[in-house]
Each structure stands twice: as C-alpha cells, then as structure tokens.
C-alpha cells in the first residue's frame, strides 16, 4: 500500500508519542453535520482506488474530493454553495453493463491534521482514524450494482476479506490518498465526465423542482432510488459469555436457527436473565462500528500491528457480513406491504453472499415525523401514506436461505425476533444498518 512522506510522518510522530497519543489535540470533540470536527472548510484530498473488474477489467476512480463546503462562481448572479463532501458518491459503468460507486472516505479530519491544521477532537477513535489514513489502511465504501441502467439494488462490500471471496465479481487492487488544493479540485471538477450518478437518483429526499416532483408523484417501486443505506445481518461466533446462556437456553430438539426464549425480557437491572445476554451489545458492526470507524464510511485493510492497547476499537472482534433484504424496500417492494402491515425479512447467508450487504431504500422513511419530511412523503406517496405506515411492522416473518435449504418463521411479535436470532448453540446473527453518508450532490 502507496502513502504519503507527509502522512506518513505524522503517524509515525503520533506512534512516537505512546501514552501522549490521547492527549495531541486537547481540545473536546465538535463534530457537525457532516460528521468532522471543527468543519472541514477549505480542505480537500486526492483518492485514487482501483478494482478489477471479472478478474480481467482494471476499473480506476481519481477523484479529487472537497470537504465541508465548497462555493462556485464567487462573486457572480450563478454562485452557489455546496455542503458536504463534493462529489460524496462517484459511480462507474463497466464493460460489462454493471456498476461500481463508491462514498467519499469522510477522512478530511485525517487531512487537516496531516497539514497541521486545527482540528478539535481528543476521541480515540478519530485520532485512530488519522492513523488509518496515514498508514493507506482504508478502502472507501464499495458498493456493485449489477445493472448499471438500474441503481435500486445494490451489494455492499462489508468487510475487507469481501472482496476476496472466489464469487465476488470485484477484487481490490489498490488505494491511496493524499491532501490536495481547490485548484486541483477545480480543475478535476471542470473536467470529469463518467461519473454515471444524477440528482434524479437520489430521488424525493432532495428533489425540489417542479419537473422533479411531477417524476415522483406517486409510489412506483420500479423508480430509480439509488440507495443510501445497507441492511444485513452480523453472524458472530460465540465467546464465553453468551455460549453459557445458549447452553442453557438452547431448545431441545437442536434446531438450526431459533430465538432467545419468549418469556425472558428484553432488559433487567436485578442481574436475572434477559434477551442481552445472547448478543454481544451493539458496538461491533453498524455505522458507529470498528470495521466501519465512527464518522468514517471506509473500511480497514488489515489489522493495525502491534495494538495492543486493551480498548483500543482496532482490537475489537470482527463478524461474518451477509445480506437483508425487506419487504418494504426497493425495487422488489410489495405493492400492499404497508396495507397488509406485515414486514418481512429474508436474510442470505450462502457462502457466496458473504461479506456483503444489501443496499436499497425502503418505504418506510427516517424522518417521517418531522413536518417537512412528512408533508414530502404524503406528496408523493398519497395522503393515506401516514395511516397505513403506522401500522406497518406489527407482525414480522422472518426468511433464511443457507447452503442447505433454509427455514422460514412466520408471525413473530415484533420485538420478539428483533434485533438478533441465534445460529444453533455457536453463533448470534444480529440485524445490522450500515448508511454511508452520500448527501444531495453528485456534481
């Protein structure tokens, strides 16, 4: 992996510094909006990945990345200002007719830092972050669509080893990163013409125009929702504590999948038996994850050497990634999903969908219960949106498909079977969430 003198550098200072390391930037964290601290105005890197395609197609994305906000034609009557990461998704096409986008790494904290620049943060996890980047420890979130004419429905790559799966139609090369300036940034933006992603993608939640509205004035599961969130389930061995409650608990005739027991509650504080104990808490898999670090969507190549610090996020245990899918997502939505109230989930855990997530947008949106979002919606979607909504969910089924045949349980009582259901006496599988952050502006 290609790095940086400069990056490298200060990696090498902050390692130096051993017990001091905590203490670089003691200033408390501030992170905003778009997940740095103290804003990123002003700064920008150079991200260079490259794939192959099939095993024979080299796919490269070079992109130069602004941070924070960034402002054209200054000064003019066609100024405008963009906030966030520019571009924050990048998608390519490949000869194939298929699809390769990538969320832009949120490191411009790792890149203030690399140029001295003030940042206000003492968190471990984003002072390990800088770490990462100066080391070219990272790959950005990946994520394969099949068809490149339909972005409704795509794989994300979950986990490092994901791209090493013999099925995996995309293999990981190499990536670097660098800081960069706005002339560079500038030139790049002037000039660059494949990436394949529009605004119409990103569907209602940004869409403003007239022309927009008319598109999506009514629910159509066929529209072209380009996804901003990944589901799966995190399959993780079990260790000494929960395997003492498995044992205890596991039903007797030793089914391949089942549920932690009906009667026992969901919480406790006198120390008796609940449906935590099965789990290992929440800390190892979704957004605020160790293989996706907190405030950053990339992940980790390779296990940091010589961390040995007992709680450092590094260390902690990774899981097996496969795919989700909900009835009440795009494009393979059931018409009278929300009328019947019935959620289903049908969970993936064939060798060859490991280390992937399923990433698509569902009906049921974050954010309905804010007037706005709400008044959106039931434009869109009708003004029966919200009633039918709030009775979606209730009952639950659940659908695996493994290596053998799998199973299926049916009518289960919402939150009986969630956030999590057993694998025989060896392992918890829990429901995982993963959004990559992509923001309203593609060019």
């Keep these: 992996m ?7 550098s200060i990696a090498m200072g902050a390692i130096l510094a051993s017990g001091a390391y905590y203490f670089l930037r003691p200033e408390p964290p501030l992170i905003n909006e778009y997940g740095e601290t103290g804003g990123a105005v002003g700064t920008y890197y150079h991200l260079r990945a490259e794939y192959l395609v099939n095993q024979t197609e080299p796919l490269v994305f070079d992109l130069q990345v602004s941070c924070g906000r960034h402002t054209f034609d200054k000064g003019t009557p066609n100024e405008r200002t963009v906030l966030g990461y520019l571009p924050a998704l990048y998608a390519k096409k490949t000869q194939s007719g298929a699809a390769v986008m990538l969320a832009a790494p949120r490191i411009c904290d790792a890149i203030r830092y690399a140029e001295d620049r003030k940042v206000y943060s003492g968190e471990s996890e984003v002072l390990g972050s800088w770490e990462q980047v ?23 790559y979950a986990i490092a080893s994901s791209f090493d799966n013999p099925y995996s139609p995309l293999s990981l090369v190499d990536v670097t990163v660098e800081p960069s300036t706005a002339k560079k940034f500038e030139t790049w933006f002037r000039s660059y013409a494949d990436n394949i992603l529009t605004e119409r993608h990103l569907g209602p939640r940004f869409a403003s125009s007239e022309e ?23 399959v993780v061995s079990h260790s000494e504590h929960p395997a003492k409650y498995t044992a ?11 549920f932690a027991p009906e009667f026992l509650p969901a919480d406790t ?24 670090p907190k405030y950053f969507n990339y992940l980790r190549r390779r296990e940091p050497e010589g961390d040995r610090r007992p709680d450092s996020f590094w260390r902690m245990r990774l899981a ?6 909900r009835n009440d997502g795009y494009p393979f939505a059931e018409r009278e999903s929300l009328s019947s109230g019935r959620l289903v989930y049908k969970a993936d855990l064939r060798r060859e969908k490991k280390g992937l997530l399923s990433c698509f947008s569902l009906i049921n949106p974050t954010g309905y219960g804010d007037e706005n979002y709400r008044e959106l919606y039931e434009y869109y979607f009708g003004s029966d949106y919200g009633p039918r909504l709030s009775k979606f969910g209730h009952v639950i089924n659940l659908e695996i498909t493994d290596d053998q045949q799998g199973v299926a349980f049916s009518s289960l009582k919402h939150p009986i079977v ?22 309203g502006h593609v060019r």
């Design 320 to 325: 097996d990634y496969y795919p989700l899918i």
């Design 2 to 8: 290609k790095t940086t003198n400069l990056l490298t």
């Design 418 to 439: 969630l956030p999590h259901f057993l694998i025989g006496d060896k392992a918890v599988a829990e429901f995982v969430t993963f959004e990559f952050i992509g923001g």
């Design 269 to 292: 504080s006198d120390g008796t038996d609940d449906k935590r104990q099965f789990v290992y808490g929440n800390g190892y898999y979704d957004s605020g994850s160790h293989e996706f």
């Design 134 to 156: 100066a080391e070219g420890n990272l790959i950005p979130f990946t994520i394969w669509f099949d068809d490149a004419d339909d972005l409704t429905l795509g794989y994300g």
């Design 248 to 258: 205890k608990y596991y039903p007797e005739d030793k089914p391949a999948y089942w």
């Design 212 to 234: 927009d509205k008319a598109y999506w004035a009514s629910f159509d599961p066929e529209k072209q929702l380009l996804p901003l969130k990944c589901y799966g389930v995190a």
